[in-house]
């Protein structure tokens, strides 16, 4: 049965498809996506500036929310802000009474500008007329982790964990931004990486694979459209985050490492989830 509890409950695993964010449509999307030059600026300036709209839609719903990822400079030398916001619209917005998503990363360039690790991460859900806010702060001067909860009724809880030694949480937003740029190392078929996040209820990272060429080829051959799709790429998560079976999300990058689709795959009550990506802005000069 389809409920509001439960439709609310499967908007917790769309954020992380913004770690390829979603599909194109060509009339409107540069497939090759933006190139990178070895010694050509920092991670910070290579994405400053992109903007990312996209659909969400499943079933015949194929507007069920639209969402807007954007990353810019932030207010200090050397740090960027990245936000995530979704909406759900129509009828499937009534079921979920209208939830905005808004989630916030704020970042500073380490490694001289070679990656970024977060500050700061914000999630902000508004359901109809209530909200909830949860703020991680890290500082690894004195390695703590401080989690501050504003509850719906208003209360505000606050606690704090060490970040062991030599240990650096990746929110989804950061972790997409840095895999983009090879944080993690070259994004090459038959790799398998490993992204650790900050703990919750599961484990504590999350992995990527990118497929190899015969599953790859496969793939291809049964896909309607392969423009852009050079690279098949897999993320494994809990399936609880997810709301699936598996909890797998699938997606392509192009050549040059722009993402161009993804899937959250079996969700239970909504089969595959699919976004569209349909505006791409790229600051230039």
């Known amino acids: ?24 449509r060509e009339t409107e999307a540069n497939p090759s996506g933006p190139q990178r030059n070895e010694g050509e600026g920092s991670i ?3 994405f400053n500036g992109e903007e990312l709209s996209y659909e969400i839609g499943f ?140 703990p919750r209820k599961g484990p504590s990272s999350y992995e990527v694979r990118v497929a190899g060429e015969e599953e790859e080829r496969k793939r291809k051959k049964a896909e309607k459209s392969k423009d852009g799709k050079d690279l098949l790429i897999k993320l494994f998560l809990d399936p609880e985050i997810t709301h699936s079976k598996e909890g797998t999300i699938e997606g392509w990058l192009s050549k040059g490492f722009y993402p161009t689709e993804g899937t959250i795959k079996n969700v239970v009550l909504f089969g595959d989830v699919k976004g569209v990506l349909t505006k791409i802005i790229r600051k230039t000069g």
């Open 1 to 24: 049965m389809l409920t509001r509890r439960r439709f609310s409950q499967w908007l917790i695993g769309l954020p992380f498809l913004s770690f390829f964010p979603l599909g194109k």
């Open 44 to 46: 910070g300036e290579f």
């Open 59 to 198: 079933w015949l719903f194929k507007r069920a929310a639209l969402g807007k990822l954007s990353f810019m400079a932030g207010d200090k030398n050397g740090h960027y802000v990245s936000v995530l916001q979704a909406e759900t619209l129509g009828i499937v917005g009534w079921i979920s009474r209208y939830r905005v998503d808004t989630y916030r990363a704020t970042m500073e360039e380490v490694d001289g500008g070679k990656r970024l690790r977060a500050i700061s991460f914000e999630e902000d859900v508004k359901i109809g007329s209530t909200s909830r806010k949860w703020i991680h702060q890290f500082d690894y001067q004195t390695r703590k982790w401080i989690k501050i909860r504003t509850k719906k009724n208003g209360r505000i809880d606050r606690g704090e964990e060490e970040i062991p030694p030599g240990m650096v949480y990746d929110d989804f937003l950061t972790a997409a931004y840095n895999f983009r740029y090879g944080v993690y190392g070259a994004i090459e078929r038959g790799r398998r990486y490993i992204v650790p996040t900050f």
